[in-house]
């Protein structure tokens, strides 16, 4: 079985940090595009950032470019997403996320094969 299990969300104020983690089991890792997802009560689930299976290659949403960043490391089966200058717009059910071997990162755009159960992150004052 293919499973990824998101941590590290909590609630924090405006223009704090916050990392969340991702940890894969029972696939390899290395293989497979990866991103994040959010979504927040009344919306749709939306991409925040997406990444290459090796690291090399990431997209942002123009919503967290340059505050947001994704990053893996592919030994120890991880991958994280380091947020800075929070705002409360951020606040939703952030969603680690996985295609199978073989295809472009660009491919969790329209379809997801593997999703975490989600974490909580909320930010107010």
């Known amino acids: 079985q293919v499973r990824l299990e998101e941590s590290g969300g909590g609630l924090v104020q405006p223009g704090d940090s916050l990392r969340l983690s991702c940890a894969g089991s029972?696939?390899?890792?290395?293989?497979?595009?990866m991103g994040w997802f959010r979504q927040i009560p009344g919306k749709d689930r939306e991409f925040v950032a997406i990444i290459s299976y090796s690291g090399g290659s990431t997209a942002y949403a123009d919503s967290v470019q340059g505050r947001f960043i994704i990053s893996r490391d592919n030994p120890k089966d991880m991958m994280y997403l380091e947020m800075k200058n929070l705002k409360p717009e951020d606040t939703a059910v952030y969603y680690c996320?996985?295609?199978?071997?073989?295809?472009?990162?660009?491919?969790?755009?329209?379809?997801?094969?593997?999703w975490g159960q989600g974490t909580q992150v909320t930010v107010s004052s």
């Open positions: 996320a996985a295609n199978a071997r073989g295809k472009d990162m660009s491919t969790l755009l329209r379809s997801v094969d593997y």
């Open positions: 029972g696939w390899l890792f290395s293989n497979l595009p």
